[in-house]
């Protein structure tokens, strides 16, 4: 129904920068979508980093200023581009698709991505 492919991650140090792009195909799959950026690492829950609804974006406080999410509507394209990154981002980075935004920041129904990893190291 609606396929994300993610793309980006990598081991970085401390201060380092990274682009995530996460791909949208599928039947299901419409530009009106709110789409988002989470993240887990292990033995933590999973939190919200960032999401983009038409011309509305959110951060976590935990990244504001630092990470900046943009969408590529030509492509079906998401993206993270992520600067002065610390060791507390260290996480596997989902992208997720929504009608709702609302139900996407509550995780609802969500369409997920694969992951792809970021670690940062001190």
């Known amino acids: 129904q609606v396929q994300l492919v993610e793309s980006g991650g990598g081991s970085v140090q401390a201060g380092g920068s990274l682009r995530l792009s996460c791909v949208a195909s599928?039947?299901?799959?419409?530009?009106?979508?709110?789409m988002g950026w989470f993240r887990q690492a292990p033995g933590k829950e999973r939190e919200e980093v960032a999401d983009?609804?038409?011309?509305?974006?959110y951060y976590a406080d935990s990244v504001k200023g630092r990470f900046t999410v943009s969408r590529d509507d030509a492509k079906n394209t998401l993206y993270l581009q992520m600067n002065d990154l610390k060791p507390e981002d260290t996480a596997m980075y989902y992208c997720?698709?929504?009608?709702?935004?609302?139900?996407?920041?509550?995780?609802?129904?969500?369409?997920w991505g694969q992951g792809t990893q970021v670690t940062v190291s001190s």
């Open positions: 599928g039947y299901g799959y419409s530009s009106s979508d709110c």
């Open positions: 983009v609804y038409f011309a509305s974006s």
């Open positions: 997720a698709t929504n009608p709702s935004r609302v139900r996407l920041r509550a995780g609802k129904g969500n369409n």
